[in-house]
């Protein structure tokens, strides 16, 4: 009885731990919940995607071909911030992806399907080899990136993405978090060279050294972050 006791506890605890990315704040102005971010399929759960070859992976939209009801106007070189419902749970990398919407479409209407998005951040924990991991987004209730100063202008999908490991030693034990803002960039110098553009699902394997990971045990002495490196201007 104990033992179920203790593991239904460890649950209810996980279960709190979960997070959503619902809107954006830009110069210090917050924008409504779910106002400049698509909508997730977790809103009211919190929960994670676990199968990376789910079509969830792009946005985790609830309702696709919906959009968000308003795209946000940034400009090059500066920070969009996502806040976080309620705040970074779980250890994990956090990372920044983008795509640039096509011709004929908008950043309301595109699906974010396809070889699209380009990687703009990515982090690491420090304290490896010692037994105590300690991530940058530990515990944070906002999360921020800067907009390339080289990117072409334009209207784009902006991707937050949080990977939990706290489970991740087993395949589909990672917990991805995740959400799509709708921007719009002016101010950009056009030269940044995206490289090989990725999509999702389809950047990750669910073996993935950044997926499939033992965060305790054995003692970790390295990371590799999954999907691309970031670009750079």
């Not at 919940?33 to 079509?55: A, E, F, K, L, M």
């Not at 917990?175 to 490289?195: E, P, R």
Request: charged share 10%.
């Amino acid at each position: 009885m104990k033992a179920s006791t203790t593991l239904a506890v460890l649950a209810a605890a996980g279960a709190q731990a979960h997070y959503t990315f619902p809107g954006t704040k830009y110069n210090s102005v917050a924008q409504p919940q779910w106002d400049t971010v698509r909508i997730t399929q977790n809103h009211y759960s919190n929960g994670p995607v676990t199968d990376v070859n789910s079509q969830l992976m792009t946005c985790y939209e609830r309702d696709p071909g919906v959009g968000a009801p308003n795209t946000l106007a940034v400009t090059a070189g500066s920070a969009v911030t996502f806040q976080v419902g309620s705040s970074v749970g779980h250890p994990g990398p956090l990372h920044f992806y983008m795509a640039k919407v096509p011709a004929g479409k908008t950043a309301k209407t595109f699906d974010g399907k396809g070889a699209v998005w380009f990687k703009i951040y990515q982090d690491g924990p420090s304290g490896l080899g010692t037994g105590s991991l300690k991530w940058p987004s530990d515990g944070k209730t906002e999360v921020s990136v800067q907009i390339p100063s080289c990117i072409a202008n334009g209207e784009y999908l902006l991707r937050v993405e949080h990977i939990a490991l706290h489970s991740a030693g087993s395949v589909g034990g990672a917990q991805l978090y995740l959400s799509c803002a709708q921007i719009s960039v002016t101010g950009g110098t056009g030269t940044l060279n995206t490289g090989q553009l990725v999509s999702f699902p389809g950047a990750y394997k669910a073996t993935d050294p950044g997926i499939l990971f033992q965060l305790y045990w054995p003692t970790p002495t390295s990371y590799t972050n999954p999907g691309p490196a970031p670009v750079r201007c």
